[in-house]
């Protein structure tokens, strides 16, 4: 099993910037990829940004050049560095492991992420 543990949401303006990290443990040596996720209310949950264990990324077309997903392989954690945040950013932000072969997911309990005008 592989446990998420997300932090680092809040309430920032427009512009403005927010770090989001994710501590996994559990079967760390299993896991294939990491990302975030994020949903709003009535909407399906969708993909933000995701590194794979041989450190590739991709993003979502709307956070390319603003966000940044990047790791800490001593501490286990994933951190997803926003900037530049705009309204519609505003979700509540998922972590999620990939694991086995891409098998399994787990999932962190959520955090949310609000930004002012």
């Known amino acids: 099993q592989v446990q998420l543990v997300e932090s680092g949401g809040g309430l920032v303006q427009a512009g403005g910037s927010l770090r989001l990290s994710c501590a996994a443990s559990?079967?760390?040596?299993?896991?294939?990829?990491m990302g975030w996720y994020r949903q709003t209310p009535g909407n399906k949950r969708e993909l933000v940004a995701r590194?794979?264990?041989?450190?590739?990324?991709n993003y979502a077309d709307s956070v390319k050049g603003r966000f940044t997903i990047f790791r800490d392989d001593n501490k286990n954690t994933v951190y997803l560095q926003m900037n530049s945040l705009k309204p519609e950013d505003t979700a509540v932000y998922y972590c999620?492991?990939?694991?086995?072969?891409?098998?399994?997911?787990?999932w962190g309990q959520g955090t949310q992420v609000t930004v002012s005008s």
């Open positions: 999620n492991a990939a694991w086995r072969s891409f098998s399994s997911d787990s």
């Open positions: 559990g079967s760390i040596n299993s896991i294939n990829a």
């Open positions: 590194i794979s264990r041989g450190g590739l990324t």
